[in-house]
C-alpha cells in the first residue's frame, strides 16, 4: 500500500490489486495484510482459567457452550472459575473483580461485545501488568474469533491447550455514554475489534430491532440506513490533521472482519500499534450501494473512489449535535470520542497456525 494526496489529513493509503483473483464489481481483490505481523509467543498450559459468559449471547446459547468449555478444560486437570452476565455491561464489572494470578488465562464465552466488555473490565484496572485472553466464539458477530481462525468450541479449547499467544493491540476509547437523547457522562472504554460512526450504526440501530432475522438483519440495516439518507458533518482528527466534512461512514477497525463476517479492513493488523480507518465520503444513496457491494465483495470497496483508507495512532471526532458511536458491535455511546492506540497492551490466545 501507497500513499496518495489528500486535503487536510494525512495522504490515504492505496491498495494493491491481488491480479490472481477475478475481477468482480469492476475490480481485483485487494492484497489483505497479515493479521499478525510479529511472531506469537507459547505459555504453558493454564492451571486456572477465569470463564466470563455472556448467556445472551448468540440465540441464548451462552450458557450451553460454557458447559461443554468447563467439561473440556476440567478433563485437563484446570480449574475453570466460572460468571455469569445478567444484563448488558455486567461483564465490565465481573471482570474487574477477579482474581487472576500470573499465568492464568481469562476466557470469553460470547461475541466481540462481550470480549469487549471483559478486557474493558480488566483495564480500568490499571495493573500494569499484560494479561492474557481467550475467546470462545458464541455471538451473533464473531469478527474477532474469524480473524484469528476460531470457528467453535473445539478451536477454542485446542487452542488454549495448545498454549499460543499473540500480542494485541487495543484502543482506549473515550465517548459520552448512552445513544443521542438518552446521553450521561464519559465513559472508557476498550476496543479490540471496531469502532464505527454514521450509516454503519444507524444500520445496527436498525438491526437490533430485527434480531429475530438472524445475520441477514445486518443487510437489511444497511438497505434501510442508506435509505434514509441523513446527512452526517464532522470533524475528524487522525493524529494532528483535521478535516470538516459531511460524511458517510467511519470505520475504525483493529482486526479485518466486523458486522456480518464483512472484510471492512483488508490493511489491518492487529499488532502493528496503529489503528485502520475507512472515511466513506458524503455519497448518493447509488454511490452507497457500489460502495457495499464492493465491501462484500471480498472488501473491494477500498477501490471506491469515495472511499479513503488510513492509519493513525490517535483519532477525534466532534460533532454539533451527539451523534451514535458502535464499539465492538454494541451501540453504546455518542460524540465526541477521542481513541489512542496501545500497542500489546494484552495477549490473545490463538490456534498455532497463527
Known amino acids: 500500500m501507497t500513499p496518495k494526496a489528500s486535503d487536510g489529513l494525512p495522504s490515504p493509503l492505496i491498495f494493491e490489486a491481488d491480479t490472481a483473483t477475478r475481477r468482480k464489481k469492476g475490480t481485483h481483490k485487494p492484497v489483505f495484510a497479515k493479521v499478525f505481523g510479529e511472531p506469537g509467543a507459547s505459555f504453558e498450559k493454564p492451571s486456572c482459567v477465569h470463564l466470563l459468559v455472556n448467556p445472551y449471547s448468540g440465540k441464548r446459547k451462552g450458557r450451553a457452550v460454557a ?7 476440567q478433563e485437563h486437570d484446570i480449574e475453570v472459575n466460572t460468571s455469569y452476565s445478567a444484563y448488558s455491561g455486567h461483564l465490565v464489572t465481573l471482570a474487574s473483580a477477579l482474581v487472576v494470578k500470573k499465568g492464568d488465562i481469562i476466557a470469553v464465552v460470547g461475541g466481540d461485545g462481550t470480549l469487549s466488555e471483559v478486557i474493558t473490565g480488566r483495564m480500568l484496572l490499571k495493573k500494569g501488568t499484560k494479561e492474557t485472553f481467550a475467546i470462545v466464539p458464541a455471538g451473533t458477530g464473531n469478527s474477532q474469533a474469524h480473524d484469528l481462525g476460531l470457528s467453535d468450541v473445539d478451536d477454542a479449547v485446542n487452542a488454549i491447550l495448545s498454549g499460543h499467544m499473540q500480542a494485541l493491540d487495543l484502543a482506549r476509547v473515550e465517548l459520552t455514554e448512552g445513544l443521542p437523547g438518552n446521553t450521561g457522562e464519559s465513559m472508557v472504554r476498550y476496543s479490540h475489534n471496531l469502532v464505527t460512526w454514521g450509516l454503519g450504526v444507524d444500520s445496527t440501530i436498525q438491526a437490533e430491532k430485527m434480531r429475530w432475522m438472524g445475520p441477514i438483519r445486518y443487510d437489511v440495516g444497511i438497505l434501510l440506513a442508506i435509505l434514509a439518507k441523513r446527512r452526517r458533518t464532522a470533524t475528524l482528527t487522525l493524529d494532528d490533521r483535521s478535516i470538516t ?48 457491494g464492493m465491501l462484500k465483495a471480498e472488501g473491494r470497496h477500498v477501490f471506491h473512489p469515495r472511499v479513503d483508507y488510513h492509519r493513525f495512532s490517535s483519532l477525534t471526532i466532534q460533532t454539533e449535535q451527539p451523534t451514535a458511536i458502535n464499539i465492538d458491535g454494541e451501540n453504546i455511546g455518542s460524540t465526541p470520542l477521542t481513541m489512542s492506540v496501545l500497542k500489546h497492551a494484552v495477549n490473545i490466545v490463538v490456534p498455532p497456525s497463527q
Open 67 to 73: 458447559k461443554e468449555v468447563i467439561s473440556r478444560l
Open 245 to 292: 466534512d459531511d460524511f458517510t461512514l467511519f470505520l475504525v477497525q483493529n482486526s479485518q472482519t466486523g458486522g456480518s463476517m464483512l472484510p471492512l479492513a483488508p490493511g489491518a493488523s492487529m499488532d502493528d500499534g496503529l489503528m485502520d480507518i475507512g472515511i466513506l465520503k458524503n455519497m448518493s444513496r447509488r454511490a452507497v450501494l457500489k460502495a457495499f
